[in-house]
């Protein structure tokens, strides 16, 4: 075995513990905050946390709803499926064979956002460049017959959650149209359910990830207090 091929294979093996070793203290320091947050306490600052978000990395919703207050937000994605995934693949690869594999065809997951607006509650697609594409909004006339179930934390939609705490649910959505009902997966924080390297679910700021929890949990219970339907059990407070 040459001497370089010895170094990278080292080089390897320290990465990967030194990726491992994080992702140790990461879940140790979640673990602990849980234990010490006093999370009725900490709903109360939701305001001031959502207000850091909308000032900052998120400013871009405060300006698609031009001046409508908003009342609590959200992340969602499609209910996207391991079947949908290999429908897919093979739409892709079909529609290379059609080019000559001169065009390369992907289908991709965007974010979506949900923002609570009153009475109202808002739908934000975007492209894959990040920008918003798509504005619907839903009355109350279709939220009082959409639903709301609790996902088994389980596979990747497992793996997602955990990167947020052991007390962090998964939740299915479904908003009524006049055809087929909008899916989309959401969580009890800020969270997407696909790899997002904009908006990266893993992050050792324990704080920040305190802060996406009470949001995501503040969202679930404003929609839930306006629309029984829509209620969620078990938040953090």
Do not use: C
Not at 185 to 206: E, K, Q
Request: charged share 20%; no cysteine.
């Amino acid at each position: 075995m040459s001497a370089t091929l010895i170094i990278v294979l080292v080089a390897m093996v320290a990465i990967y513990g030194g990726i491992f070793y994080f992702m140790q203290v990461k879940k140790k320091k979640q673990a602990e905050m849980f234990i010490n947050t006093n999370f009725s306490a900490e709903m109360n600052k939701a305001a001031i946390y959502k207000n850091n978000f909308l000032n900052g990395q998120l400013s871009f919703i405060s300006e698609q709803m031009e001046g409508k207050m908003i009342d609590a937000f959200n992340y969602a994605s499609l209910n996207y499926t391991t079947r949908d995934s290999i429908k897919d693949s093979l739409k892709d690869s079909l529609k290379g064979m059609e080019t000559l594999g001169t065009v390369r065809f992907r289908s991709v997951q965007t974010p979506k956002y949900l923002v609570l607006s009153g009475d109202d509650l808002h739908l934000f697609d975007t492209d894959t460049d990040g920008e918003i594409s798509s504005h619907f909004v839903f009355q109350p006339a279709r939220l009082l017959v959409s639903s709301i179930t609790e996902l088994p934390l389980e596979g990747t939609i497992k793996a997602y959650a955990r990167q947020k705490g052991d007390q962090v649910k998964a939740l299915r959505i479904s908003l009524v149209t006049d055809e087929s009902p909008i899916e989309l997966i959401l969580f009890s924080a800020l969270l997407f359910s696909y790899p997002n390297t904009g908006l990266s679910a893993f992050s050792l700021n324990v704080q920040k990830n305190l802060e996406e929890i009470i949001i995501g949990n503040d969202f679930l219970k404003k929609l839930g207090d306006r629309y029984p339907n829509l209620r969620v059990s078990g938040l953090v407070a």
